[in-house]
């Protein structure tokens, strides 16, 4: 996967990441066991470790792969929990649409946030920032609210209903447990990088880059973007791609989508017909 401009200053727009707390410990080697369990009667060593340092490493990666690209059970089997921190309040609606997971999030109903803006607990996105312009009227708007936030509490109004004044770039952190199957599904959803990588972006490749390096770098196929999954996968978001190309929506361009047009054989004044693509 390409990086991308979504992961530039992500420190300084307070960008969302993913940090790894605890996983299946050998999850490959887990759902190979099971696989193998259910295709025989019996006989086969149950011991993680056992296939780890007995079983080809090739033949290991052979049964990952047909398995992800099967509706089998197995990647169940296996199971991640990590938490996202400086997430913003609309990226966590989206985090837990995926309602396949566990999730637990901080209340603003019981934690006071007085000093928000002035330590900077909230996104800034790419169309904003380095803009001066954009960034004074925004945080400026930041503070505003945090103002208006601390005079409401100081008139006696509860942290629940005072909280209706901050929006929903103001960051706070979730934590998600979620078997590898549902993970592959999110994945499915979120690895586009045109459908809200403002957010997913620097979230999946701190995620993939932890598993990769701690648990198994054959987990890293599983961010891939749906048009990279097989041969012939279609982009599932052709008509927004071609209006980045094109200039007529100024969100970044996807970095791989003239690689799909190649891939593919599709050319770019093709897919825009189809599509009905046009200026806004």
Same mark, same amino acid.
């Given at each position: 996967?390409?990086?991308?401009?979504?992961?530039?200053?992500?420190?300084?727009?307070?960008?969302?990441?993913?940090?790894?707390?605890?996983?299946?410990?050998?999850?490959?080697?887990?759902?190979?066991?099971?696989?193998?369990?259910?295709?025989?009667?019996?006989?086969?060593? #149950?011991?993680?470790?056992?296939?780890?340092?007995?079983?080809?490493?090739?033949?290991?990666?052979?049964?990952?792969?047909?398995?992800?690209?099967?509706?089998?059970?197995?990647?169940?089997?296996?199971?991640?929990?990590?938490?996202?921190?400086?997430?913003?309040?609309?990226?966590?609606?989206?985090?837990?649409?995926?309602?396949?997971?566990?999730?637990?999030?901080?209340?603003?109903?019981?934690?006071?946030?007085?000093?928000?803006?002035?330590?900077?607990?909230?996104?800034?996105?790419?169309?904003?920032?380095?803009?001066?312009?954009?960034?004074? #009227?925004?945080?400026?708007?930041?503070?505003?609210?945090?103002?208006?936030?601390?005079?409401?509490?100081?008139?006696?109004?509860?942290?629940?209903?005072?909280?209706?004044?901050?929006?929903?770039?103001?960051?706070?952190?979730?934590?998600?447990?979620?078997?590898?199957?549902?993970?592959?599904?999110?994945?499915?959803?979120?690895?586009?990088?045109?459908?809200?990588?403002?957010?997913?972006?620097?979230?999946?490749?701190?995620?993939?880059?932890?598993?990769?390096?701690?648990?198994?770098?054959?987990?890293?196929?599983?961010?891939?973007?749906?048009?990279?999954?097989?041969?012939?996968?279609?982009?599932?978001?052709?008509?927004?791609?071609?209006?980045?190309?094109?200039?007529?929506?100024?969100?970044?361009?996807?970095?791989?989508?003239?690689?799909?047009?190649?891939?593919?054989?599709?050319?770019?004044?093709?897919?825009?017909?189809?599509?009905?693509?046009?200026?806004?």
């Amino acid at each position: 996967m390409s990086e991308s401009k979504y992961l530039e200053n992500t420190v300084e727009r307070r960008a969302p990441r993913a940090v790894l707390v605890d996983w299946t410990r050998f999850p490959v080697e887990t759902i190979h066991i099971a696989w193998q369990q259910a295709k025989k009667r019996g006989g086969y060593n #149950l011991d993680p470790q056992w296939v780890r340092d007995n079983v080809p490493r090739t033949q290991l990666e052979d049964s990952f792969r047909e398995i992800m690209g099967d509706f089998s059970p197995c990647p169940e089997f296996a199971q991640i929990s990590f938490v996202i921190e400086n997430c913003p309040r609309a990226l966590l609606d989206q985090v837990v649409r995926h309602r396949q997971g566990s999730f637990f999030v901080p209340s603003m109903r019981l934690i006071s946030c007085p000093t928000f803006a002035d330590d900077g607990t909230y996104f800034v996105p790419t169309s904003i920032y380095g803009y001066p312009e954009r960034e004074a #009227l925004y945080n400026g708007a930041m503070k505003a609210a945090q103002n208006a936030y601390n005079s409401l509490v100081n008139l006696g109004v509860p942290f629940e209903d005072a909280r209706g004044v901050i929006g929903l770039h103001f960051n706070t952190q979730v934590m998600v447990a979620v078997k590898l199957r549902d993970l592959m599904g999110m994945m499915q959803e979120r690895s586009c990088y045109i459908l809200q990588h403002e957010y997913w972006h620097p979230v999946l490749f701190s995620l993939r880059d932890q598993l990769v390096e701690k648990v198994d770098p054959l987990l890293g196929e599983i961010f891939l973007p749906p048009c990279k999954r097989r041969k012939n996968a279609r982009c599932v978001s052709e008509r927004e791609a071609v209006m980045r190309e094109k200039g007529w929506d100024t969100n970044p361009k996807c970095p791989i989508f003239p690689d799909w047009l190649e891939r593919t054989g599709r050319t770019m004044d093709q897919v825009q017909k189809e599509t009905y693509a046009e200026p806004l």
